[in-house]
C-alpha cells in the first residue's frame, strides 16, 4: 500500500509553483466537445487523475485527445457517441459535465448517474431542470440519465434554487449551442466559470456575465476550436499557503492569484499570518502563535469548502477555540475522526465542527477521506510531533502534482513510499530533480 510519510517540525522556506486548476480543466476539456471544427489546445495543464479520467471519457466519445506535457489537444469534429459509462462517472463526478455538450451537439446524450460521494450526496437536479427548460426531455432509469430534444436545444429563463459550480457550467455549455438566449439566475461566481465562458468565448460562443451572478448566453450555430490557457488553482495555492502558515514558515506561491483567494487572504490575516502580495505570486510568513478564528464555507466569493479541511488543521494549531461551519456540502466532516488519531480536540455539532486549540497534534497513521482531506492529513502531519503516515492516497492524486516533492523541496521531512519500501535519500533527490523542483 502507498503512503505519504511526514515527519513533522521542519519550516518550510523557499517557493512553490502552482499547477493549472484542475477544477477549470475539467470543464474546458468537456466543452472541447463542442467545437465541430478544429483541434482546440488547452494549456497548463496539471497531469492529474482527474485529468485523465475525463480524457478517457472524451475519448470513449470518439474524440481525439492528445497530451504533451501540460498541454492537451482535443480533435471532437468527429460523429461523436453519446454514452458515459458508469466506470468513468464512478471514478470522477465531473464526468457528467459532458451531458451539456452532448445534448446541445447531437440532440442525445446518455450518461451514468453519479451517486453520492464522501462529502455528501450530491444531487444533480439543478442540472437536469436546466436542460428540461430548454426543450430536453430527461428520462432516468437503470442508472443512467438519458436526454434527449428533437432539434435543437432552446434558449430559457433559468433561476437556479443554489450556485451550483457544476450546474452553471453544464447549462452554459449546452446554451452555447442553443436557439435564442439562455440567462442564468443566481448562478456560480466562481473563478472556474469565469475561465469556462473565456473558453467557449474563444470557440465562437457569446457568454456574458460570468462571474457575476447572471450569465447570459446567445447561442449560436455552432463553434470551434480554440487555444485556451488554464487558470492557476486556487485551491492548491491555498492549500500551500496553509501549509507555510503551520510551519511558521516564509514560503513564495507562484501563480497564487490574490482575487481568487480573498477570503483565504483574510481569514490568515485575521489568524496573525502576514502575507505580502508579490509580482508573480503571494508570500505567507507564519507567525510563533496563530489565533483561533470562525470559518463558514459559502459558495465564491465566500470561503471555499475545498480549503475547508486545510483550514481544520491550521486552526487545531491556533490558541483557542475556532468554529468551522459547512453550509455547501452536507457531509464534509469525514477527516475529522481521523484528526482524531492525531489528538485533535474537535467536536462536530450539526454542521459545525468546534475546534479546541493548540492540540498538541501528535503522528499517527491515518486515512485521507477526500481529495481535500488528504491534503489537510498530511499539513497536520507536518506540524505533529513524530510520524504521520497518511494513506489512500488515490484522493490525493486527483488534484495535487507532485505534493510530497513540493513539500520536500521547501524542506519538509516528506516521503513516499509503498508498503514502507522507505525512499533512499539519492533516489529522493533524483525524483526532485527530475520533478524540476
Ligand atoms: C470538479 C469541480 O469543479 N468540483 C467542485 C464543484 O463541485 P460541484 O459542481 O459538484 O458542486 P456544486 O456547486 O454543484 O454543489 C454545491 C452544492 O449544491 C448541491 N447541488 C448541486 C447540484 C444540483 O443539481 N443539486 C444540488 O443540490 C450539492 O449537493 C452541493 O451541496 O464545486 C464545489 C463547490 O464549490 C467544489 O467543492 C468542487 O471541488
Ligand atoms: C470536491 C472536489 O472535487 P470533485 O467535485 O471533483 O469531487 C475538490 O476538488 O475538492
Redesign the pocket.
Known amino acids: 500500500m502507498e503512503k505519504i510519510i511526514v515527519r513533522g517540525g521542519n519550516r518550510l522556506q523557499g517557493a512553490v509553483q502552482v499547477e493549472g486548476a ?3 480543466v ?2 474546458v476539456i468537456a466543452a472541447s466537445l463542442l467545437a465541430s471544427e478544429g483541434k482546440s489546445i488547452i494549456r497548463d495543464v496539471p497531469q492529474l487523475s ?1 485529468v485523465f479520467t475525463i480524457s478517457e471519457v472524451l475519448r470513449h466519445l470518439n474524440a481525439e485527445v492528445t497530451f504533451l506535457e501540460n498541454e492537451i489537444t482535443v480533435d471532437a469534429s468527429r460523429e461523436l457517441s453519446i454514452e458515459t459509462p458508469f466506470e468513468y462517472v464512478r471514478k ?3 464526468s ?2 459532458v451531458l451539456g455538450p452532448l445534448l446541445a451537439r447531437t440532440g442525445k446524450a446518455r450518461v451514468a448517474l453519479p451517486g453520492g460521494c464522501a ?11 436546466g436542460f428540461e427548460a430548454m426543450g430536453a426531455k430527461v428520462d432516468v432509469g437503470n442508472g443512467f440519465i438519458e436526454a434527449s430534444v428533437s432539434g435543437r436545444l432552446h434558449g430559457a429563463k433559468i433561476y ?10 453544464n447549462i452554459m455549455m449546452a446554451a452555447s449551442l442553443a436557439d435564442g438566449q439562455t440567462v442564468i439566475e443566481n448562478c ?1 461566481k ?1 473563478p ?1 466559470i469565469v475561465d469556462l465562458a473565456n473558453f467557449l468565448n474563444e470557440m465562437g460562443a457569446n457568454v456574458k456575465g460570468a462571474g457575476t451572478g447572471t450569465i447570459k448566453i446567445e447561442g449560436v450555430e455552432k463553434l470551434h476550436a480554440a487555444d485556451h490557457t488554464i487558470i492557476p488553482d486556487r ?1 492548491e495555492a491555498g492549500t500551500f499557503m496553509v501549509a507555510a502558515a503551520i510551519t511558521k514558515g516564509n514560503v513564495l506561491v507562484k501563480g497564487a492569484v490574490p482575487e481568487h483567494i480573498s477570503s483565504l487572504i483574510a481569514k490568515l490575516e485575521e489568524m496573525g499570518v502576514t502575507i505580502i502580495e508579490e509580482e508573480n505570486g503571494v508570500r505567507v510568513i507564519g507567525p510563533e502563535t496563530l489565533k483561533a478564528v470562525d470559518i463558514k ?1 459559502m ?2 466569493p465566500g470561503f ?3 480549503m475547508q479541511s486545510q483550514m481544520m488543521a491550521l486552526l487545531l494549531c491556533a490558541e483557542g477555540t475556532s468554529v468551522i461551519t459547512e453550509t ?3 457531509n ?1 466532516f469525514m477527516h475529522v475522526e481521523e484528526f482524531r488519531r492525531m489528538n485533535a480536540d474537535l467536536k462536530i455539532e450539526g454542521r459545525s465542527v468546534i475546534v479546541n486549540g493548540p492540540c498538541n497534534l501528535q503522528g499517527a497513521e491515518v486515512a485521507a477521506t477526500d ?2 482531506a488528504a491534503a489537510a492529513l498530511i499539513i497536520a502531519g507536518l506540524a505533529a510531533k513524530g510520524i504521520t503516515r497518511v494513506t489512500e492516497l488515490k484522493h490525493l492524486d486527483r ?1 495535487y502534482l507532485n505534493f510530497h516533492l513540493k513539500l520536500a523541496a521547501l524542506g519538509a521531512n516528506i516521503e513516499r513510499v509503498d508498503d514502507e519500501v522507505e525512499v533512499a535519500p539519492a533516489k529522493q533527490d533524483q525524483l526532485l530533480a527530475d520533478a524540476n523542483l
Open positions: 484542475k477544477n477549470a475539467l470543464p482527474d470522477m463526478r465531473a457528467f459535465l462529502i455528501g450526496s450530491r444531487p444533480i437536479d439543478l442540472h437536469l431542470k437556479m434554487d443554489f450556485p451550483s459550480v457544476g450546474a452553471t457550467q456560480a466562481e472556474e485551491i464555507t459558495p465564491y471555499p469548502t475545498d455547501v456540502f452536507e464534509r481529495l481535500r488534484g
